[in-house]
């Protein structure tokens, strides 16, 4: 079974560290004070990061699914210091076992840090051991892309059932636009790895606001990896990319999801302002982050003093909603 498969690959790289198991795209976090150590970095099993700091606000308390080698747990611990403000969730005791010296390593690194401030427990994305409606923040990086439909349902599931009322699910994963050959598809150790299990972008963003999240913000894109016909099973090149996402708890309005891909809307009419009735103001020159109906919506207007910027595949807050 897939998932059996997944649970080896990352016991094995809980007990022999292995740099190039995944590769993240994002640069490590550079915070005043902050001391990762070296075992730390080489355990950085990612393709991204979930750690943004204007999510971070208010105390929250802070879910992450997947520990690997702890690196996203203690900058989570950072910007939320209280006994047991982050929670730590994996399958792997192994895996658990060396989040837990790098964390003790950490403490002695760190002055600000205490091990307290970071609480692992062992459970599965498809029953997490906590309450409904407790966590602020869930994060996972490079897992959700391992499961087949079925099981991806339920994670996400799973997220929406812990998040509070607004909380927010960020998350990175491998996303590719080509079709994925079947004999990779399943092939169940690339698919562990994080390689064969990728989704078209907006096909994984439809799984999520199909659970319900309201808001969809698609914070970066990024280059990734390249599975080629000399060491893959392939006919052709396929290119992967990195996706990091954040999904909001927010109630699902009537006309569908609000999902920010990093457009923009300028009005340079003559008037004071250009208001569309439906919430959204724009002043002179001033850009204005718009989500992907909204872009829609002016541009059915077919004015010609409002500019609709395509998607950047970039945002980073603000804006229309």
């Not at 990086?141 to 994670?155: G, H, P, R, S, W």
């Not at 509070?164 to 698919?191: A, F, I, Y």
């Not at 999520?208 to 894109?221: K, L, P």
Request: net charge negative.
């Amino acid at each position: 079974m897939y998932l059996e498969t997944t649970k080896n690959v990352y016991k094995e790289a809980a007990e022999n560290p292995q740099k190039g198991l995944c590769c993240t795209t994002t640069p490590v976090w550079q915070l005043p004070g902050l001391v990762i150590p070296q075992k730390m970095l080489e355990m950085n099993y990612g393709c991204g990061s979930t750690v943004n700091p204007r999510d971070l606000i208010n105390n929250p308390t802070i879910m992450y699914v997947g520990v690997g080698g702890g690196m996203e747990l203690l900058q989570f611990a950072y910007f939320s210091r209280k006994k047991g403000g982050v929670i730590g969730v994996d399958v792997v005791d192994e895996m658990l076992a060396a989040c837990d010296e790098n964390l003790l390593e950490a403490e002695k690194l760190n002055t600000w840090f205490k091990r307290e401030f970071v609480e692992l427990r062992k459970g599965d994305a498809f029953n997490l051991p906590v309450e409904d409606d407790s966590i602020d923040i869930a994060a996972q990086n490079c897992l959700f892309n391992i499961f087949k439909d079925e099981d991806l349902k339920q994670a996400l599931s799973e997220m929406y059932r812990i998040l509070k009322k607004h909380g927010r699910l960020v998350m990175s994963d491998p996303t590719c636009e080509q079709h994925m050959p079947d004999n990779l598809r399943e092939n169940e150790e690339l698919r562990a790895l994080c390689l064969s299990g990728a989704l078209p972008l907006q096909e994984y963003i439809n799984r999520i606001t199909d659970i319900g999240f309201g808001t969809i913000e698609v914070r970066a894109r990024r280059p990734y990896r390249i599975l080629d016909p000399n060491h893959y099973d392939t006919a052709e090149i396929i290119f992967i990319e990195s996706a990091e996402v954040c999904a909001i708890k927010d109630p699902m309005p009537k006309d569908g999801p609000c999902i920010f891909t990093g457009r923009t809307a300028i009005y340079f009419g003559n008037e004071d302002y250009f208001d569309d009735h439906k919430g959204h103001t724009l002043l002179p020159n001033q850009p204005l982050a718009v989500c992907d109906k909204t872009a829609g919506n002016l541009a059915s207007l077919n004015r010609n003093d409002i500019y609709i910027s395509g998607s950047s595949w970039f945002y980073d807050g603000g804006g229309c909603c």
